[in-house]
């Protein structure tokens, strides 16, 4: 008989037995309060033209690349982590042994990981432990394990919110890149988008920019299993964003993220004299029912809630429910009246 190994979080079992992995209760049940990082974390999310940001991984080949693309673009890059090799300059910065040192050195706002997934989780802690303000990990394939921890450390601490992993990142465009995503289409502008799809968030970018509208802060929540910032936390970021006047949220196949989104949404516009005007897509409507599909963060399994439940529930909060991103632009230009 295998041995079995049990993790215990709030709202979250998961039980591993031999090479199987069967998950009691989803994912997402694991934030079905707030918890005191989500309350005092989510202004971490404001990033800027003065938001400093270093590289942790910072001399690797990806991140190297990353950091190149990163600089041109006008973030503000003060330094970057390569264990061994502190005391060095890369790009024009330096280099620390430790995100501590580079905390106590060049005082960034914000961390970009890039480091390989079986190493990730260490680099994140590390990063937690510095209590850097806001981590964005974009690896993919992270072990659950790993990331199990991470959400245990998060959820003990009131000073540093992650972004991601498996995740596009996040963006001020025409201020502040920390990620992947292919900058160029963005505009400074209005309105705010969080998405669990990297791709489609693309797709809102472009069609906003497109109607002249621009963007203030671009979250990619990514498709972990595990994410360390949700669909509603990046709706109550931008609840509350002066400079954000239409929101774009993005949801998929799987998982509750996008009904917990609803109910926020219709709380807030309940509670609200004049909320602003919300804009809601959930991918994955015509995906076979009783199959299982999907990625990580998105996986869809027969018992459930299927997309065209969650775009229900988002219209029946009051969101404007569109068919694909390609419309966000119009639709979110006539709810503006611009």
């Known amino acids: 008989m295998h041995s079995q ?27 079905r309060k707030a918890s005191p990082y989500e309350e005092s974390t989510i202004q971490n999310l404001r990033i800027g033209k003065n938001t400093r940001v270093i590289y942790q991984g910072f001399t690797g080949k990806a991140a190297t690349a990353n950091a190149k693309d990163t600089i041109a673009y006008g973030t503000n890059i003060v330094g970057g982590v390569s264990p061994g090799k502190g005391g060095q300059i890369h790009l024009d910065r330096p280099v620390f042994n430790t995100v501590r040192e580079a905390m106590e050195r060049v005082k960034p706002h914000a961390t970009s990981v890039f480091v390989p997934a079986p190493f990730a989780a260490k680099a994140i802690l590390e990063a937690i432990e510095a209590e850097v303000p806001l ?90 299993m595990l994410p360390g910032t949700t669909l509603v936390e990046g709706l109550k970021l931008f609840f509350e964003h002066d400079d954000t006047e239409g929101i774009i949220v993005i949801g998929e196949i799987g998982g509750e993220a996008e009904l917990k989104a609803a109910e926020l949404i219709n709380e807030y516009r309940r509670n609200t004299p004049n909320p602003k005007p919300i804009i809601a897509m959930v991918a994955g409507r015509t995906a ?25 529930a988002l219209e029946e909060a009051g969101a404007l429910v569109v068919p694909h991103p390609g419309v966000m632009g119009v639709e979110m230009k006539r709810l503006l009246g611009a």
């Open 5 to 31: 190994r049990v993790w215990k979080l709030p709202g979250l079992i998961l039980r591993l037995s031999g090479q199987a992995t069967r998950r009691s209760i989803s994912a997402s049940a694991f934030l």
């Open 135 to 224: 981590v964005v990990s974009v690896a993919e394939h992270i072990p659950v394990h790993d990331m199990l921890r991470v959400q245990e450390a998060l959820r003990t601490q009131t000073k540093t919110r992650l972004v991601g992993p498996n995740c596009p990142g996040i963006i001020a465009p025409e201020q502040c890149r920390i990620g992947i995503m292919p900058y160029g289409q963005y505009s400074k502008g209005r309105v705010g988008i969080v998405s669990k799809s990297g791709t489609l968030s693309y797709e809102a970018v472009g069609a906003t920019t497109k109607a002249g509208l621009g963007q203030s802060i671009v979250v990619g929540m990514g498709g972990d």
């Open 288 to 312: 076979p029912p009783g199959k299982t599909m999907g990625h990580a963060g998105a996986l869809l399994s027969p018992r459930d809630v299927s997309a065209d439940a969650k775009a229900k």
